[in-house]
């Protein structure tokens, strides 16, 4: 921090002017367009729901665009303005920015405003993303099913006007600050990518070291039945002495309920929409609704609960879902599948080597977004750090 501190000293020695948006540059709101209207080719433009979803501090380059016939009569952008998303479905969407850098103008949704000034426009991106700016929007927002920002509110927020030698050097900082921690969370993620490949390929191993054993269909090996339809008004999102029994419906927990209707270690595969086949493990006394296949080893059958576990997830079991408007898994059709069912002991082998593998990839799985959180915190901190400076004397 030492060269930005110095530079600040050396060229504001008597601190930074702060002035108010509509004083130091225009502000301009675009005009309505819809998401059915965008294309892949045509003239570039910006949703305002892309702002926060799709775009970083900056862009020279926009998703989406339209056809050169409605771009005509809509509102653009330039390039170096500011645009800023002035509605949102929570507050904290309401202000995120991304500078447009592009060589072509791009249009802006009428729920974005274009800020243009002499200032750089990364700078003013970046100080967009800062609680002090934050914070006064925040207080001049109307809240209703969708929360927007007006452009008389938003003009009068004010924001530090350091000489641009500063700007463009708070700038860089930024620049490489955002470079490492794109680094980093990209590292992270290919890390735990590894793990999972590594994960699976063991799991595949050590399940089709089993494909001498004898085959025999699911259905001479374990009970598959769906649970019961519970109404949602019955289920309670928190635990409480009357919804004491977790219920669990095609995808894992959905809450709790006051009965349940089984007992002990069982698998549940879903049966319903889009994430059929997905395969959980629950014990203990709960509530299965009809969105899952509860499957419990069949009596005299000598087949351990966490292999069979790891076995219905190695079946990729999704790929039997019957197409249509509302996907769906058929008990019969899982009946029939055939699996090797090697000794009892090799079972409980394989599941206890393959839960410590998962355990793992799990705990990386946790690490990773507490690592970036961590990473992410620190730099708000010197985002906000560097653009925080002593106010000039009115």
């Known amino acids: 921090m030492s060269r930005i ?118 700078f003013s991106a970046y100080y967009f993303q800062t609680d002090n700016f934050r914070n006064q929007i925040r207080r001049n927002i109307s809240s209703s099913k969708i929360s927007a920002i007006s452009t008389q509110n938003l003009a009068r ?102 009965l349940c209707n089984q007992i002990g270690q069982k698998v549940l595969i879903g049966r319903q929409g889009a994430l059929s086949g997905n395969v959980h493990r629950v014990s203990g006394e709960f509530y299965a609704t009809e969105h899952a296949i509860v499957v419990t080893p069949r009596e005299k059958v000598e087949i351990d609960i966490d292999w069979a576990f790891h076995m219905l997830t190695a079946m990729n079991l999704n790929q039997y879902v019957s197409q249509g408007a509302q996907p769906g898994l058929a008990v019969g059709t899982l009946k029939t599948l055939t699996v090797p069912l090697p000794p009892l002991n090799e079972q409980k082998h394989v599941a206890s080597t393959l839960d410590k593998l998962d355990a793992l990839v799990n705990d990386l799985g946790y690490g990773l977004p507490a690592e970036i959180t961590a990473r992410r915190k620190q730099y708000e901190y010197y985002r906000d750090r560097l653009l925080t400076f002593k106010e000039a004397a009115a």
């Open 5 to 122: 501190d110095d530079l600040i000293k050396e060229v504001c020695p008597d601190g930074v002017p702060r002035r108010e948006l509509g004083v130091i540059g225009t502000i301009t709101r675009g005009k309505r367009f819809v998401k059915a209207d965008m294309r892949e080719t045509g003239v570039p433009c910006i949703h305002y729901g892309e702002i926060y979803t799709k775009y970083g501090t900056s862009a020279t380059e926009a998703f989406s665009h339209l056809e050169p016939t409605q771009a005509n009569r809509l509102r653009h952008a330039e390039h170096g303005d500011v645009i800023i998303a002035s509605a949102g479905e929570t507050i904290e969407d309401i202000g995120k920015a991304v500078a447009w850098l592009g060589n072509e103008r791009v249009v802006i949704h009428d729920a974005c405003y274009a800020f243009r000034s002499d200032l750089d426009p990364k």
């Open 157 to 258: 927020a004010v924001m530090p006007v350091p000489p641009l030698r500063v700007q463009q050097e708070i700038v860089r900082i930024l620049d490489e600050f955002t470079q490492l921690e794109t680094e980093l969370k990209a590292e992270l993620e290919a890390e735990l990518e590894a793990r999972r490949q590594q994960y699976e390929h063991h799991r595949t191993a050590l399940l089709e070291s089993s494909g001498a054993a004898p085959h025999s269909q699911l259905q001479d090996l374990v009970d598959m039945r769906s649970g019961r339809f519970i109404a949602a008004a019955e289920i309670s999102s928190t635990a409480d002495p009357l919804h004491p029994y977790p219920c669990y419906g095609g995808n894992g927990l959905r809450g709790y309920v006051a």
